[in-house]
């Protein structure tokens, strides 16, 4: 990890410094290792400090670097994928779903989310709350939206919340006939609620993945799903029985 | 957009105000409205400039406010839904593509791509850019990477580089028959070229989007496409067929 002479290129200096880094981290350091102090490592690349921080908050968007209070900055590991097309048609809870239930209340639903199911804005909808656990880390929170007349069965007397009454709900929902589901993916930041369960502070950038449900002729669920943007990269497959892995083969170590 | 009691809610102070600030938006600004400084909201709202501007940031993450230099913080539009389905099968560059060529070099790749395509990292590649414009704007900037055992009959007397050069890289490409191909999505920071195509600032959080083509047993291309975090949401359809725009309808008006 030597000096380079920063003086000579074109490109704004954090953005060349950023290149240098990031094949030192290739070549010099190990995943989880603790970088070198800010000033350290800016006398070692013989830029200005701010220089240098820009230099590393790109690094850790691009998810190379983790920055940890008490702990410092650290190689990350490399990006898990984490499967999210659309090719298996499929209702949330259906066997094999790595998604696990957490709670489920009765509550009204964000304006964006009612204008999607057509319901009211005051209508509380059942609500859903689904973890989903990755080689052993949380990597996404979702909260299921599903209006009463897509589950007119759901037995009133079952527990009023809780994970019981999650199945129940999901159980009563794979009773209608899935005709199709869209999927959209965007950046948002992390509410409170789900920043704890990722163990993210509230704010951090975060991938949320919208998904319609259609059945009987319109929509029948919502799911509004929040990643990690730091650990995730979501894959869509061309098909659902291609199992392949986004990183190379240094990430299959990891 | 009156004050609310933000003294006796548990959440964080200045989460708390971007709902508020969220609803205000939604209610009192339209699209394109420059919103009051800081000064005036923070008095407006009781809270302390820190706050407001941690809730303002989240706003802007969140795609609802755009920051501009001489312009202000504006209420910004519904973000576009912008389709990158895996559903057509189909090269880049056929009829129907909302891509445009705008380049293509001889050059070295990315470790990452090289490790995809299983080329060494001393091969130089044919790398096309393209531009993908969406209701006027562009919205993404591409880097197509193409091994010359993809392409091995392009013509060599033709332009080395420019449109037409790109547009004989892709036609070559099409030769092949394409197999399969899938796609990740991740987190990233616009480098400096895709910023300027973008009008975005260096390092501004982008959605980067690679995909693999899978032709004759191999990885025959990767695309690295940068999308617009802030004006773009990510449209997976279930179907080619499909067409659904995934904002409610306030967001068809803009």
């Not at 490109?11 to 880094?21: D, G, M, Q």
Request: aromatic share 4%; hydrophobic share 40%.
């Amino acid at each position: 990890m030597g000096t380079t002479q920063l003086e000579t290129v074109p490109e704004p200096k954090y953005w060349h410094l950023k290149t240098v880094l990031s094949e030192a981290l290739d070549s010099d350091f190990s995943v989880g290792e603790i970088l070198p102090n800010e000033r350290e490592l800016a006398a070692r690349f013989g830029v200005a400090r701010a220089t240098l921080r820009q230099a590393l908050e790109q690094l850790e968007l691009e998810g190379r670097l983790q920055r940890r209070r008490g702990v410092g900055t650290t190689v990350a590991p490399p990006r898990m994928g984490v499967d999210v097309g659309t090719s298996q048609h499929t209702w949330p809870g259906t066997p094999g779903d790595s998604w696990k239930p957490a709670d489920c209340t009765t509550a009204l639903a964000p304006a964006a989310v009612s204008r999607m199911l057509g319901t009211g804005l005051q209508e509380p909808l059942h609500t859903v709350r689904r973890i989903r656990v990755s080689h052993g880390q949380p990597v996404a929170a979702e909260l299921l939206y599903v209006p009463a007349a897509s589950v007119p069965e759901l037995p009133a007397i079952e527990a009023p919340s809780g994970p019981a009454r999650a199945r129940s709900v999901l159980r009563e929902l794979q009773r209608l006939g899935l005709e199709s589901q869209d999927r959209a993916v965007e950046l948002g930041s992390a509410r409170a609620d789900d920043a704890k369960e990722l163990d993210r502070l509230p704010g951090a950038p975060v991938l949320v993945v919208t998904t319609r449900y259609f059945a009987a002729g319109r929509t029948a669920a919502v799911s509004i799903a929040t990643y990690r943007a730091d650990t995730c990269r979501l894959t869509f497959g061309d098909s659902g029985d291609l199992e392949i892995s986004h990183h190379g083969p240094t990430a299959q170590a990891s």
